[in-house]
């Protein structure tokens, strides 16, 4: 599922973007991985490009290979099949689909919260979450939160389906629109908006994760080359944050014609600012980054069951995330 909107002009060839890091020599055959991402080369991948521009993944005896997606990407297919070892994706989507026996595991953080919300023009009355009774949100019908805050709030809303552009959020002031809240603010402002306010997942108590998944098998047969990664990645994350992220930048730009220094630096200002990737709790910080944690899984998937988006006792959250394979 994806909770993302793309500029108002979309000109990447997504499908033969890839970018590989290639292992060293040290008398052993590097270890092939090969990752699908959720959506094109943009800084929610930063830890990704990071890792392998800097050659942590190669330190790992890891020769990482990097799959853009896009609109339609078939992200857990990939997974499902084999076709890719492992994936960014949705905390929620996967969970939905795990409870349909897909053999995944999540196994690794990208956000500790997801960055999909609600974007509020700057002037809109919209203030809080109680404020859009009765109003028309464009999103993906299927989004999860909708339901969540239909239920929550007693709200009733009409919903208006997505098509990838803020077009239609700038072109009306009265606008509610599915987004991410590091990308489409910056396109939004460069296309002459102000800047948007934003109802976030997180304020609202629905505390979801963008994650890593793989394939029960995949996790099995090389639990090793499993953590090495995680390692690589978690090492990628820090550097890119904390560091130079020209190494990334650089990589993401070749991968992904549309991004621009400035959008890129701005997506990752949003990213640091926020704590998306080291945690807003108050054990966050660089030690959280790629952590999962049981006991907000058992919460968000009480919280699915009970709207219903989620058979009940069907999954749990130790038959559908580890920690078996996260640094000690």
Not at 102 to 113: H, K, M, N, R, S
Request: glycine share 8%; with cysteine.
């Amino acid at each position: 599922m994806f909770t993302r909107s793309l500029p108002l002009v979309i000109g990447c060839a997504l499908a033969a973007m890839t970018l590989t890091a290639t292992a060293p020599a040290a008398g052993k055959t590097p270890f092939k991985i090969t990752v699908q991402l959720d959506w094109v080369a943009e800084p929610e991948h930063g830890g990704f490009y990071q890792a392998a521009a800097r050659g942590y993944f190669r330190e790992e005896g890891l020769d990482v290979t990097l799959i853009p997606g896009g609109p339609g990407a078939q992200v857990m297919p990939s997974v499902a099949t084999g076709k890719a070892d492992i994936a960014q994706a949705d905390n929620v989507g996967t969970l939905r689909q795990q409870a349909e026996g897909l053999p995944f595991v999540q196994f690794a953080a990208v956000f500790q919260d997801d960055p999909a919300g609600i974007l509020v023009h700057a002037d809109s009355p919209v203030k809080k979450f109680e404020d859009l009774q009765g109003k028309t949100i464009i999103a993906r019908p299927e989004w999860a939160f909708l339901t969540f805050l239909q239920k929550k709030y007693g709200l009733k809303t009409n919903t208006v389906a997505q098509n990838f552009s803020v077009a239609a959020f700038l072109g009306n002031k009265e606008a509610l629109q599915q987004g991410y809240y590091i990308a489409e603010p910056y396109h939004i402002t460069k296309a002459g908006g102000k800047m948007p306010r934003f109802l976030s997942t997180w304020d609202a108590g629905f505390r979801t994760y963008a994650v890593l998944i793989t394939n029960k098998k995949f996790a099995r047969e090389h639990p090793a080359e499993l953590r090495a990664f995680t390692r690589a990645y978690i090492h990628g994350w820090r550097d890119y944050l904390e560091g130079d992220p020209q190494a990334a930048h650089g990589a993401m730009k070749k991968a992904n014609a549309n991004n621009t220094d400035e959008f890129m630096m701005f997506s990752r200002k949003m990213i640091v600012d926020e704590r998306l990737v080291t945690g807003r709790d108050k054990d966050g910080g660089p030690d959280k980054i790629g952590r999962l944690d049981p006991a907000r899984f058992m919460t968000l998937i009480k919280q699915l069951e009970d709207l219903g988006l989620l058979p009940k006792g069907k999954v749990t959250a130790a038959s559908t995330m580890t920690t078996e394979f996260l640094p000690k």
